[in-house]
């Protein structure tokens, strides 16, 4: 449960396709320990704070799916579905259109399947984006990594790079105003949103755990986490 005394918000996306896991259904709804992806990711938010308003932002055509998975798991956790739109930047539009009625506050947005993001890594988000407007979770590379250029590649400094995870939290009339903005190419998640409508991005410490699942080989690791955590909460 969360300890702040500022209002939090959470608007969760999730919009592929599943065609790089290579499965029939979209990615979002495969099973992990019986239970869709997607519902292990709003349970996280739900556990940070059972009554803050979840937007979850879906394709119109698997609203329908996903509201009789809720049906066929019993599912509790109270959020807002909304359609999601032709890309990701007007699905966080319509997400945030959705909180139109709240003024202040933090938001956080997050991917849809990364349903093992930490209420430690939560927490921290939500409190420095209340603090300096803006908070993105990000892991420092363990690989080495090389810069292409045709057919030449170059070595380059790997701790001068992070992967970017989610949430990525900001000050709810800060995102709002940036994504009144003209979409562009440029825009690749909320970060890149907000930094160009001129607000410096501060990150925080994510976890390797905190994976966006992609791939066939992402689903076994979703199973190996998810039995660690049963394993160490049964201890």
Not at 19 to 47: D, E, I
Not at 119 to 135: C, N, P, S, V, Y
Not at 163 to 192: G, I, K, M, N, W
Request: aromatic share 8%; net charge neutral.
């Amino acid at each position: 449960m969360q300890e702040q005394d500022f209002p939090t918000y959470a608007v969760v996306v999730a919009g592929g396709s599943g065609s790089r896991m290579q499965a029939q259904v979209p990615k979002q709804f495969l099973p992990v320990g019986g239970l869709p992806v997607l519902m292990h990711t709003l349970l996280r938010f739900q556990a940070y704070d059972a009554h803050m308003p979840i937007v979850l932002v879906l394709p119109a055509a698997e609203i329908p799916t996903w509201q009789e998975l809720c049906l066929q798991h019993d599912f509790k956790v109270k959020h807002n579905v909304v359609a999601g739109g032709k890309t990701r930047f007007q699905s966080v539009q319509n997400g945030l259109a959705a909180l139109r009625s709240f003024e202040d506050g933090v938001v956080a947005v997050h991917d849809g399947v990364r349903p093992f993001v930490t209420q430690e890594i939560i927490r921290t988000a939500f409190e420095t984006a209340h603090d300096k407007g803006t908070a993105v979770v990000t892991v420092p590379l363990k690989d080495s990594i090389r810069r292409v250029t045709g057919a030449a590649s170059k070595a380059v400094n790997r701790n001068a790079y992070r992967l970017v995870q989610t949430p990525q939290c900001f000050r709810l009339p800060l995102l709002r105003r940036a994504y009144e903005q003209t979409e562009s190419a440029q825009f690749t998640d909320d970060a890149s949103v907000v930094e160009k409508f001129g607000h410096k991005i501060h990150l925080v410490e994510g976890a390797y755990q905190n994976i966006k699942l992609t791939t066939p080989e992402d689903m076994l690791l979703a199973e190996a986490f998810l039995a660690a955590e049963q394993a160490g909460q049964k201890q």
